[in-house]
């Protein structure tokens, strides 16, 4: 996401070199402050909201202004634990399949790895994501590795009124349902067909390491595609059933509720939070000399086309950059600036392959919207050049 880092802005070479073919007198203590100029570091100018300081600390979120790799390094990467973070010994660990399969069995982790290895890239962003205006860190792009999650449901052979895959993992908690008083696991479903998709693996491996505990340790669901709530982590079982799965996060947490417009009418919609949303964020004002550049990224879909527009002005296309083409990773954007003095405020707003635009933030299906999951409207930022 850095613009090149070439020391010389190509600008001020022009100038000065224009000025000096056309013979003009140009006093020593100019030529020299120019030459200091060119040679000042690139700098990143700080948006004017900052991020809620308490959020970076609990789940470790994205500070935008400091991602230059288009991979996330794994301590950078954000991470959610609604039970906690257990923490798993590979040698206590097994994977079980069962339910309705022909061949229920039991999985160590050299089993699943003496399998043909996967690698996916994949943007996995927690749907809470821009819930709040300063939470707007929980995304990353990491790339895992892993088998096929195909692979391993064929093998098991999935019985004709197989129909959900249900994903347990490892970590537990109390809940209180209709006066009851469980224990339950984390757990989340796909349907058969979803799990079946050739991007979905069982990871082990995250850039190149094994899992790290806060990720998912020795196991974990990655289904590109799909909001972070999908990719289950400390995976223990994967269990085919014939109906609905309807766990906490599924049907009760992680519910989308919204007001639709049909015909005059108002239809109240719940709806389960599965499949990403196209999204962008301005991440970053980059100085250069006297010239300016606003990098982004733009995720959540088979990004096209990212645009950007300043105050009042006209929207702009983006520069596409590293990612595109991909439609499971973010696409980094960046667009040349002539800034101003003064206070601005930069929004932007990605369009994918279809045409879809991101919708703006006073977009009715956002304003509609009564949960906080699934916020992915145009995200404006303010800043001020001097
Ligand atoms: N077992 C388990 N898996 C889980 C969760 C969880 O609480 N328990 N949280 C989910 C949510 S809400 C998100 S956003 C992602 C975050 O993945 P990360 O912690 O690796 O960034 O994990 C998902 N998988
Ligand atoms: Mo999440």
């Not at 790339?143 to 895959?165: C, S």
């Not at 990098?295 to 590293?322: K, S």
């Not at 933030?361 to 906080?372: E, F, G, I, Q, S």
């Amino acid at each position: 996401m850095m613009s090149q880092r070439n020391p010389i802005p190509r600008r001020q070479v022009l100038i000065q070199g224009g000025a000096a073919a056309a013979g003009l007198a140009i006093l020593p203590t100019d030529i020299f402050r120019g030459w200091l100029a060119g040679f000042e570091q690139e700098a990143v100018i700080p948006w004017v909201e900052r991020p809620h300081p308490g959020t970076r600390e609990r789940v470790n979120v994205l500070n935008w202004e400091e991602v230059d790799s288009w991979i996330t390094p794994t301590d950078q990467m954000f991470r959610v634990g609604h039970y906690g973070s257990p923490v798993i010994a590979e040698s206590d660990w097994n994977l079980e399949i069962g339910g309705l399969v022909d061949r229920p069995g039991t999985f160590s982790l050299a089993d699943l790895r003496a399998r043909p290895r996967q690698e996916v890239v994949f943007t996995l962003e927690c749907s809470g994501n821009r819930g709040r205006p300063s939470f707007i860190g929980a995304v990353h792009n990491a790339r895992w590795a892993g088998v096929r999650l195909a692979d391993v449901l064929t093998e098991a052979g999935v019985q004709e009124d197989g129909i959900e895959v249900v994903f347990f993992g490892a970590d537990e908690g109390e809940e209180e349902i209709r006066g009851n008083t469980v224990t339950q696991n984390f757990a989340r479903s796909l349907s058969l067909e979803d799990a079946m998709d050739p991007g979905v693996i069982l990871a082990w491996e995250v850039n190149g390491e094994p899992l790290p505990n806060a990720h998912g340790f020795p196991l974990r669901v990655i289904a590109p595609g799909w909001y972070g709530i999908a990719n289950v982590k400390w995976l223990t079982r994967i269990e085919l059933r014939d109906r609905r799965f309807m766990g906490k996060f599924m049907a009760r947490d992680y519910v989308t509720l919204r007001a639709e417009e049909r015909d005059g009418a108002t239809v109240w919609t719940e709806t389960s939070v599965g499949r990403a949303n196209i999204n962008s964020v301005p991440a970053k004002v980059i100085r250069n000399g006297d010239s300016h550049a606003i990098h982004g990224a733009a995720w959540g879909a088979d990004i096209a086309a990212v645009e950007v527009r300043v105050d009042e002005g006209p929207w702009r296309a983006a520069t596409l950059g590293e990612g595109q083409g991909d439609p499971h990773t973010w696409t980094f954007w960046h667009i040349d600036w002539d800034a101003t003095p003064g206070r601005h405020r930069i929004v932007s707003r990605a369009i994918d392959a279809d045409g879809n635009v991101q919708p703006a933030a006073d977009d009715p299906m956002l304003v509609n919207k009564r949960t906080y999951w699934e916020s992915n409207g145009q995200l404006t930022r303010s800043i001020l050049i001097d």
